[in-house]
């Protein structure tokens, strides 16, 4: 029997065609299994740079074939853990870094009003000059603690208060001077400075950080502008009885009137060096913040002077009235749980204040009689109930008793437990006076007013 050749033919095709087949559907295969591992290692990439050590970065999932697909919802929920783990991590940061903040304040308030206190009261010159010295190195102290909190919350504190500007300018010199002058010494020229501060003048009403980092951005430039050494000049002065001036000079390169107009501007900058041009955009700002203003003069090779000057604190709000005070013969509540503290307050209050300490908010309240006392001063950390509770429940018996807060927190203005009080003081106080300021306000104003 011999075979047809037709079918013979049919067979050979079919065979034929079933390679051809075969061969388009390998190819096929082997450009999508080329395409899926291209896929893969985009996936792999974007997981390595994604999970940690490294650095959270925006996700952008790559397009995936359908076979991929799928992988996406798992990777969603890896990534989306990745994120919670960060932002749990960065907030327990956060939470630290408060309560270090806090902790140090605390002890800093110790410090700085005990250096205060001997510096005050003791007949020994030696003694005094080091309590001098160990309080100026306990406000440098405050001022790194609220830096690193700052920089770790990204909270800048813009809580004002009565301001000393001699004491801010002595404070800031002592920090940062030598550093000026030592990069002076290495660029081998010669910078003195010379201060000049009033006394005694008025205080100012704004923010003590706002205020240290403008004038620190104005010494740096006139320091800057000193190419070949010079004389920075820093003084204060009232021009009237209701402002107050500070004016920070050089006998340097000087401005020409285009940069003078422009040196507000932001971004804008004629250091050759690296910069952002926004130091005193920043100036700027921190003047209008606080109803100021700046004048700015200058010619090139006679030097720059900028004058910042600022609306006067009330003399009603810094003026001691003896008389009154005597007559008042305030009596005084502190509620803090540190004895020291208390006592420091205690100590650093004038003497026609009667002082009465208690550590706990109990105590305090079983002690408690309307009209028995005219202000109360009250941390917010206190054993049993807080001390915003505190002053809540002390207020429902005596209206009319006026309320200090006076804690380590850094709180907003808008926290709730500020409520509470009519007046709030943040630890630790670089200067006593200005807690018996607080305290002489408290006495004059009405209640109700919060500040």
């Given at each position: 029997m011999t075979a047809d050749p037709s079918l013979l033919v049919m067979g050979t095709a079919a065979l034929g065609l079933l390679a051809v087949v075969a061969i388009i559907l390998v190819a096929q295969m082997q450009r999508q299994a080329r395409r899926h591992r291209t896929q893969l290692a985009r996936l792999v990439r974007m997981l390595e740079q994604s999970l940690p050590p490294n650095p959270p970065l925006p996700v952008e999932m790559p397009?995936?074939?359908?076979?991929?697909?799928?992988?996406?919802?798992?990777?969603?929920?890896?990534l989306a853990l990745r994120d919670d783990q960060n932002q749990n991590r960065y907030q327990l940061l956060k939470e630290l870094a408060h309560g270090l903040n806090h902790n140090m304040n605390n002890l800093l308030f110790g410090i700085l009003g005990a250096t205060q206190l001997i510096e005050r009261h003791s007949d020994d010159d030696e003694v005094r000059s080091w309590a001098k010295v160990a309080h100026s190195d306990g406000q440098k102290l405050t001022n790194l603690v609220k830096q690193l909190t700052e920089a770790v919350t990204e909270h800048v504190d813009q809580t004002p208060d009565n301001l000393k500007l001699s004491s801010i300018i002595s404070n800031l010199l002592n920090q940062q001077q030598p550093r000026w002058l030592e990069q002076a010494i290495t660029a081998g020229q010669r910078i003195d400075f010379q201060v000049e501060l009033a006394?005694?003048?008025?205080?100012?009403?704004?923010?003590?950080?706002?205020?240290?980092?403008?004038?620190?951005?104005?010494?740096?430039?006139?320091?800057?502008?000193?190419?070949?050494?010079?004389?920075?000049?820093i003084r204060t002065f009232q021009p009237n009885p209701l402002e107050v001036s500070i004016e920070v000079s050089d006998d340097g390169i000087g401005m020409n009137g285009n940069t003078r107009r422009r040196i507000f501007d932001p971004f804008f900058t004629t250091k050759k060096t690296l910069g952002t041009g926004l130091g005193l955009s920043k100036v700027m700002t921190t003047v209008l913040q606080w109803d100021g203003m700046v004048a700015v003069t200058s010619e090139p090779g006679k030097g720059t002077s900028f004058v910042v000057t600022f609306p006067a604190v009330d003399p009603a709000d810094i003026t001691e009235n003896r008389e009154d005070r005597t007559a008042l013969h305030a009596q005084v509540l502190v509620v803090d749980d540190q004895r020291a503290i208390g006592q420091v307050i205690s100590q650093s209050l004038d003497d026609n204040y009667e002082v009465t300490i208690f550590e706990d908010a109990e105590s305090a309240m079983r002690a408690f009689q309307p009209g028995r006392w005219d202000v109360a001063i009250i941390d917010l950390d206190l054993p049993g109930i807080s001390g915003d509770q505190l002053a809540r429940r002390m207020r429902e018996h005596d209206p009319h008793i006026s309320r200090i807060l006076m804690t380590g927190w850094a709180l907003e203005t808008t926290d709730p437990r500020r409520q509470a009080f009519e007046y709030y003081l943040q630890k630790p106080v670089t200067d006593i006076d200005l807690l018996n300021q607080l305290v002489a306000k408290a006495l004059r104003k009405p209640m109700g007013h919060t500040n």
């Open positions: 397009e995936l074939d359908e076979e991929l697909a799928a992988l996406i919802p798992s990777i969603s929920q890896l006394e005694p003048c008025r205080a100012i009403r704004a923010n003590p950080g706002g205020i240290t980092s403008m004038l620190e951005q104005l010494i740096k430039n006139s320091v800057d502008a000193l190419t070949n050494g010079g004389t920075v000049t």
